[in-house]
């Protein structure tokens, strides 16, 4: 079946630090990829769409400068969150779905756990 | 009126038992739908996936879909302790790209 794996799963850091995630689909191209963020017992929230060979589509209220998204090949986006604070401390997970099935069904990487001290 | 809707829970049944979870959506041109399980502290896992009127069927889940009604369930057989997770509905559009709206999801305890 369809593998998104998200690298790394657990990032501790000191405030003012640049934190890079990564994205991959193992076995399928992804045309977009979505990056999401969950604070403790709330709901998944949507914070940009990757766009492959294309600026990333932000939703509105997520800061673009600050959350970086790279979207350079078929198989692979990057979040950046730049100089993160302990504001930025969150549970951010990816999903993907295959290009040559309309997209459908996504599927969600492991996520990664964000500590900024 | 939210995107997507689902009884809040938590919803907490007997193992052995079967467990109803349901969603409504509000946009008629939504086409496809979804049931991620997502577990404490982990992200989601797709569980069942349905596309037309009518019933799915994949194990002990049974996913239910009534595009007039606005409405998908999701039915878990003889429930057991390890499907205690916290329950996604998620919609699709028919967007091509594939983004997904979410219920905030209901919570479901099975106890032994």
């Known amino acids: 079946g369809a593998v998104v794996s998200q690298h790394p799963s657990w990032v501790i850091c000191k405030s003012g630090t640049s934190v890079k995630i990564e994205c991959r689909s193992l076995?399928?191209?992804?045309?977009?990829m979505f990056w999401y963020r969950q604070f403790p017992k709330q709901s998944l929230m949507l914070m940009a769409t990757?766009?492959?060979?294309?600026?990333?589509?932000?939703e509105q209220g997520v800061e673009k400068d600050k959350f970086l998204i790279n979207h350079a090949s078929l198989t692979l986006s990057t979040l950046t969150v730049t100089s993160a604070h302990p504001e930025d401390s969150s549970f951010y997970i990816c999903?993907?779905?295959?290009?040559?099935?309309?997209?459908?069904?996504?599927?969600f990487g492991d996520g990664t756990r964000l500590s900024i001290l | 009126q939210k995107e997507v809707e689902q009884n809040s829970g938590p919803l907490s049944v007997p193992e052995g038992a079967i467990a109803s979870l349901n969603c409504t959506y509000s946009?008629?041109?939504?086409?496809?739908f979804f049931w991620y399980r997502q577990y404490s502290g982990k992200s989601p896992e797709l569980i069942m996936s349905?596309?037309?009127?009518g019933d799915k069927e994949d194990g002990r889940f049974t996913a239910q879909l009534n595009k007039a009604s606005q409405y998908v369930s999701l039915l878990i057989r003889d429930s057991q302790p390890s499907d205690s997770a916290t329950y996604l509905c998620?919609?699709?559009?028919?967007?091509?790209?594939?983004?997904?709206?979410f219920g905030r999801g209901t919570q479901l305890t099975v106890w032994p």
């Open positions: 999903s993907a779905g295959d290009a040559s099935l309309g997209n459908q069904p996504q599927h």
């Open positions: 076995d399928f191209q992804a045309t977009t």
């Open positions: 990757s766009n492959e060979g294309s600026k990333a589509t932000y």
């Open positions: 946009d008629r041109g939504s086409q496809s």
């Open positions: 349905i596309y037309s009127n």
């Open positions: 998620a919609v699709s559009r028919g967007s091509t790209l594939g983004r997904l709206y």
